[in-house]
């Protein structure tokens, strides 16, 4: 892989981007270990700034699973037996190559996603330091010493699951299936790796050819890009015992469902309409500037956006003045071309999504417009609890916001959701805050800050219709997600039994 930044052209070439997946024409089933089966159908890859296809990538249908659940099941347990340090230098390499090419992979994350420069540079970054942290993983402690009634060692050992699907979405596509497969592959385990088909190259093939060419050896990385048919069949495979997903909550709702059935563990982390809460003493400029980076980033692409602004009602009209102003100066357009503060949403279906939450009921102080796939940054005020796009996750640039009068009223205003991922809190009083959030259910909370923010080594996860809780982040996560626990026990010879 080349080090210096590149074009599409370049990465889609044999030598740099994995053949199962790019143009089934150039595939060698050799390079995969026999593990793959294209069966010619191909999907565009739309850069959706300009709708030009960039690429084309195959794509994998529910009867591939099959072919790749017995392939790394059958490649699993040679990994589990190598040496935790042979499996840390594999992750280091990977978290290396993602340092040296990333400017590679920025451009596809740019190009493919609609990501800008900043956007992109977080991907990359923390896909790195994933990979160190699940460097990091391989050598934890595996087990614990236990009492036993009898005259035995008795131990409990955490032993690799086995095979783990990872069903990742378009919006963070490199982070959000990393964050999963590295440690997951550390921990001894092999994975099928399912990205959003709108995202095939920087949520998947990316991976792919970092640890192809990071060492990892043949037969433990799968890569199905598919829709929800390809989805299901991971679930359903019996070789897939644990499920990683991310994706919105009617999507996960039924993932859990279908693995429950099927007694599967399964780690989801889901949608989110997290509050932003400025008290009365906030500085209004402060608040709002952090305000405009928690909704806007990303196009409000992310789980953790700030999806409703509660602000104390003695600021709220100077708040709405600033926060709108601020987004009137934004810039939207190609983030690849462009210096640009925000790029397209992802596709026509999630643009017309968003124009329908922000004409279902609120006022526009700003923004409500769109030219193409790019999304002016609105703000929205007189909402009432059952606004639509103060109920529902927009996901979208979309900040809506709304007065409070007492902390009571902000926390009860705040805790009425169905959703629970994270809060931010922007006040002088830290411990005004602090006590505050303990009355709002969220697995993460930011005092003086907005509510977006990810790194590898910390606890991620939700409550309530956001997920699962802490599936990611941090060494107790993952090996909690990510391993079984076996019991065993020694003696020097059996003991006396009545019969």
Same mark, same amino acid.
């Given at each position: 892989?080349?080090?210096e !930044?590149?074009?599409p @052209?370049? +990465?889609?070439a044999? &030598?740099?981007?994995? $053949? %199962?997946?790019?143009d089934? #024409?150039?595939?060698?089933?050799?390079?995969f270990?026999?593990?793959?089966?294209p069966t010619?159908t191909?999907?565009?890859v739309v850069e !959706?700034?300009?709708? @030009?296809? +960039?690429a084309?990538? &195959?794509?994998a249908t $529910? %009867?591939?699973?099959?072919a #790749?659940?017995?392939?790394?099941?059958?490649?699993?347990?040679a990994w589990a037996?190598t040496?935790?340090?042979?499996?840390?230098?594999?992750?280091?390499?990977?978290?290396? +190559?993602f340092?040296?090419?990333a400017?590679e992979?920025?451009?596809?994350?740019?190009?493919?996603?609609?990501?800008?420069?900043?956007?992109?540079?977080f991907?990359?970054?923390?896909?790195?330091?994933?990979?160190h942290e699940?460097?990091?993983?391989a050598?934890?402690?595996?087990?614990?010493?236990l009492?036993?009634?009898?005259?035995?060692?008795?131990?409990?050992?955490r032993v690799?699951?086995?095979?783990?699907g990872v069903?990742?979405?378009?919006?963070?596509?490199?982070?959000?299936?990393?964050?999963?497969?590295?440690?997951?592959l550390?921990l001894g385990n092999?994975?099928?790796?399912k990205?959003d088909?709108?995202?095939?190259?920087?949520?998947?093939?990316?991976?792919?050819?970092?640890f192809?060419?990071?060492?990892?050896?043949?037969?433990?990385?799968?890569?199905?890009?598919g829709?929800?048919?390809?989805g299901?069949?991971i679930?359903?495979?019996?070789?897939?015992?644990?499920?990683?997903?991310?994706?919105?909550?009617?999507?996960?709702?039924a993932?859990?469902?279908?693995g429950g059935?099927?007694?599967?563990?399964?780690h989801?982390?889901l949608?989110g309409?997290?509050?932003?809460?400025?008290l009365?003493d906030a500085?209004?400029d402060?608040?709002a500037?952090?305000a405009?980076?928690?909704s806007?980033?990303?196009?409000?692409?992310?789980?953790?956006?700030s999806?409703?602004h509660?602000?104390?009602?003695?600021?709220?009209?100077?708040?709405l003045?600033?926060?709108t102003a601020k987004?009137?100066a934004?810039?939207?357009?190609?983030?690849?071309?462009?210096?640009?503060?925000?790029g397209?949403?992802?596709?026509?279906?999630?643009?017309e999504?968003?124009?329908?939450l922000?004409?279902?009921?609120?006022?526009?102080?700003?923004?409500?417009?769109?030219?193409?796939?790019?999304?002016?940054?609105?703000v929205?005020?007189?909402l009432?609890?059952?606004?639509?796009?103060?109920r529902?996750?927009v996901?979208?640039?979309v900040a809506p916001v709304?007065?409070?009068?007492t902390?009571d009223?902000?926390?009860?205003?705040?805790?009425?959701s169905?959703y629970?991922?994270?809060?931010g809190?922007?006040?002088?009083?830290?411990m005004?805050?602090?006590?505050?959030?303990?009355r709002i259910?969220?697995g993460i909370?930011h005092?003086?800050?907005q509510?977006?923010?990810d790194?590898?080594?910390?606890?991620?996860?939700?409550?309530?219709?956001?997920g699962t809780?802490?599936?990611?982040?941090g060494?107790?996560?993952?090996?909690?997600?990510f391993?079984e626990?076996?019991?065993?026990?020694?003696?020097s010879r059996?003991g006396?039994y009545p019969w």
């Open positions: 892989m080349s080090t !930044p590149s074009s @052209a370049s +990465l889609t044999p &030598a740099l981007i994995a $053949p %199962a997946l790019l089934p #024409a150039i595939w060698d089933s050799a390079r270990d026999g593990a793959w089966h010619g191909v999907r565009a !959706p700034a300009t709708g @030009a296809t +960039l084309h990538a &195959a794509v $529910p %009867a591939e699973i099959a #790749a659940g017995c392939a790394a099941a059958a490649a699993q347990p037996a040496p935790f340090h042979a499996r840390a230098a594999v992750l280091r390499r990977a978290g290396a +190559l340092e040296a090419h400017a992979i920025h451009e596809w994350l740019m190009r493919e996603s609609g990501a800008v420069p900043m956007k992109a540079g991907e990359t970054h923390v896909a790195a330091a994933e990979c699940a460097a990091a993983l050598s934890a402690p595996i087990g614990e010493l009492p036993s009634e009898s005259p035995r060692l008795s131990v409990a050992r690799p699951a086995g095979v783990v069903i990742a979405p378009f919006n963070a596509p490199l982070i959000l299936g990393i964050r999963s497969v590295a440690a997951a550390a092999a994975v099928v790796l990205p088909p709108r995202t095939a190259v920087s949520g998947g093939v990316v991976m792919a050819r970092v192809e060419e990071a060492g990892l050896p043949p037969g433990l990385l799968h890569l199905v890009p829709g929800p048919d390809v299901a069949a679930v359903a495979d019996p070789n897939i015992r644990v499920i990683s997903f991310t994706g919105s909550t009617k999507a996960g709702r993932v859990g469902e279908a059935r099927l007694l599967k563990r399964v989801l982390e949608g309409n997290s509050a932003l809460l400025v009365d500085d209004v402060q608040a500037s952090a405009a980076f928690g806007f980033f990303h196009q409000g692409q992310i789980c953790m956006t999806g409703r509660l602000v104390h009602e003695s600021i709220h009209t100077a708040f003045e600033a926060l987004a009137e934004m810039t939207v357009g190609d983030p690849f071309t462009d210096k640009v503060d925000l397209p949403v992802i596709d026509e279906p999630q643009r999504k968003i124009h329908a922000v004409n279902a009921g609120g006022t526009v102080t700003t923004g409500g417009r769109y030219e193409d796939l790019f999304y002016r940054p609105t929205l005020t007189g009432a609890d059952s606004t639509p796009a103060w529902e996750e996901f979208g640039p709304r007065p409070f009068k902390l009223e902000a926390a009860a205003i705040a805790a009425d169905e629970g991922l994270s809060l809190i922007i006040t002088r009083d830290v005004r805050a602090w006590d505050l959030a303990e259910p969220t909370v005092i003086n800050d509510t977006v923010s790194e590898a080594h910390a606890p991620f996860g939700g409550v309530r219709a956001s809780g802490t599936r990611f982040g060494r107790p996560a993952n090996i909690e997600a391993t626990t076996r019991w065993i026990t020694m003696q059996p006396p």
